[in-house]
């Protein structure tokens, strides 16, 4: 059987396995890889439509809506990123690789905020312009979501970690998961309220910058301990 | 060498079984049976350290087992009643997963290794597309180049025909005859091939 060599694999070999097969993986499911991004633009198009097309209304409150839809958004697509490990098995074999869980926890949610973190900060100047945003004030928006749509993936992930074992997890996933994003929520969205008044948003950037350095320090710990729960 | 001092386990108010005791030495296999609903799967999950026990504990080479001790995970493999197998990707692509989390493990080319197990052509096919005995092919081709001692195999004869059971079968005497352990769950009276197997009865020892 084992008349050949060992081979065990790096570090940084693991994390390109588990990317490459967490794509391919979202690849096999186009379909569904477009619903996020489509709720996020249907969600903002509504408040138009709800409040009236007043441009100054629509342009002091779009940060706030642009950012709760991200949120929202986000948290709709990682309901399921455990989900079909949990039912097949594969998420055991996770939790029993040699490999460090968190390690294989970063790569799978990497691979997640590619396909819908990403094209959520690509998305979101359109959706700005729509709203009305000062043009001075894109850049910046996209920049507060390059900072913290991780964050959003990976607090949430943390949350759906927790409720993976559950039958209806959904409901409890957002009690739970929602709160946490408040900080960042004010921060972001103060932000870019700050960068269309015409100031300088550097302060909001760097609070932000080490909201995420925390995040991907302390998170794939805490979600590698949430899915050793979950797999008991 | 795997030894367990007084497990115990409930499910619900149900007590599946109570102050449970044996061990597994290097070169052994241990077969354990049992009805239905008598904790076979339970037992399993315990002895790989996914579950934690109600009372009593395991020990490998002196130590409590813990999945979050590295040395435990490295020297474990686990087949359980789900295979791990994701339906998605195709064996080969489900093999390079493995082997990436698998710890060391053989360098033996994967498509010769699916060759062995007998699914020469379905390479590139999605594993939704084969059957449940090809599916588990696959996963077993995950034992095949893995270097652990313990292998812990949930029901590993299902959906098997007789070459794969043959094939098993010479696998797991193979992994004892390395001086690796088996722990498996088997309903029928499976051949093995191995020289010591062990047998525990679950029913005997519930209350």
């Known amino acids: 059987m084992n008349q050949t060599p060992l081979h065990e694999p790096g570090l940084f070999e693991v994390f390109g396995t588990v990317l490459k097969r967490e794509l391919t993986l979202a690849f096999r499911h186009r379909g569904e890889l477009i619903n996020p991004l489509m709720f996020f633009v249907i969600v903002i198009t509504l408040f138009p439509l709800g409040i009236g097309p007043e441009l100054n209304t629509l342009q002091r409150i779009s940060p706030g809506i642009i950012w709760v839809a991200a949120l929202l958004a986000t948290l709709l697509s990682l309901d399921t990123v455990f989900r079909s490990d949990f039912e097949d098995g594969s998420l055991e074999q996770m939790v029993l690789s040699p490999q460090p869980l968190p390690l294989i926890v970063v790569a799978k949610l990497a691979a997640h905020w590619m396909l819908t973190g990403l094209p959520l900060i690509l998305l979101a100047p359109l959706l700005g312009y729509m709203l009305a945003m000062p043009p001075e004030a894109l850049l910046p928006l996209m920049a507060t979501l390059a900072l913290g749509t991780p964050v959003l993936t990976l607090v949430g992930a943390i949350g759906v970690a927790l409720t993976v074992g559950l039958n209806r997890g959904s409901a409890l996933l957002s009690l739970l998961v929602l709160p946490l ?52 | 060498m795997l030894e367990v001092h007084g ?129 588990r092919r696959v996963a077993l081709a995950r034992l095949m180049f893995s270097n652990t001692r313990l292998w812990v195999l949930d029901e590993p004869f299902v959906a098997l025909d007789a070459a794969g059971i043959d094939f098993l079968a010479g696998l797991l005497a193979h992994q004892t005859g390395r001086g690796g352990m088996v722990i498996l769950t088997t309903h029928q009276d499976t051949p093995l091939k191995n020289k010591i197997v062990k047998q525990l009865h679950l029913d005997a020892v519930a209350p």
């Not at chain 1, 350095?213 to 050793?228: D, E, K, N, Q």
């Open chain 1, 181 to 232: 994003y408040i900080p960042l929520l004010i921060f972001a969205a103060g932000a870019v309220d700050t960068a269309a008044s015409g100031m300088s948003i550097t302060g909001h950037l760097l609070i932000l910058g080490a909201l995420l350095v925390f995040t991907l320090t302390l998170a794939p710990l805490a979600i590698a301990a949430a899915l050793r729960i979950s797999t008991t």
């Open chain 2, 7 to 135: 497990l115990s386990c409930e499910r619900g108010e149900r007590l599946l079984f109570e102050n449970l005791s044996f061990s597994v030495r290097a070169g052994e296999l241990l077969r354990i049976a049992g009805v239905n609903g008598s904790g076979k799967t339970t037992l399993l999950r315990l002895l790989c350290g996914l579950a934690p026990p109600d009372e009593g504990e395991i020990h490998w080479d002196g130590q409590r087992i813990r999945t979050t001790s590295e040395a435990w995970r490295r020297n474990t493999s686990y087949i359980g009643h789900n295979l791990g197998v994701k339906l998605e990707l195709t064996p080969l692509e489900n093999l390079r997963f493995a082997r990436a989390i698998g710890g060391a493990t053989s360098t033996e080319p994967l498509e010769a290794l699916l060759d062995r197990v007998g699914l020469y052509g379905f390479e590139y096919d999605p594993c939704r597309t084969l059957s449940q005995g090809q599916r």
